[in-house]
C-alpha cells in the first residue's frame, strides 16, 4: 500500500505566461480518470502547471475540476494514461472528495 501510495504522489509546477516558475508544490492522483487532489494556493494565478510524478514522468495540467479557496483545496486534471492513483473511496464527483480528504493535505 506504501508503495502504491507513494507512486501516487506528484510534484505540482507551476509557471506564468512567460513560462516562468512562480511556485511548486505537491498533490497526489485520486482517480483512475487522472485527477490530482492539491491545495487551491499552489495553482492561484497559474498560468500552467505540470505534474511531475517520481518516476521522472511529467504531464501537464488539463483542466482545473474544482477549487474550494475556504478549504485550500483543488481537483486538477492531467493527461495521461495508466498512471498510478490512491484510491480513497468510493466517490462519484470531485465534489465529493472533500469527504474523505480533510486533513490530508
Partial sequence: MVKRASDAVVRIVVSDEADQETALGSGFLIFADRQIMTNQHVI???????????????????AVVAVDPEKDRAVLKVAGDNLPF??????????NVELFSEGCL
Fill in 44 to 62: 492561484k494565478n497559474a498560468h500552467s502547471a505540470i505534474a511531475k510524478l517520481a518516476n521522472g514522468s511529467f504531464f501537464p495540467v488539463a
Fill in 86 to 95: 490512491v484510491s480513497l473511496a468510493e466517490v462519484n464527483s470531485p465534489t
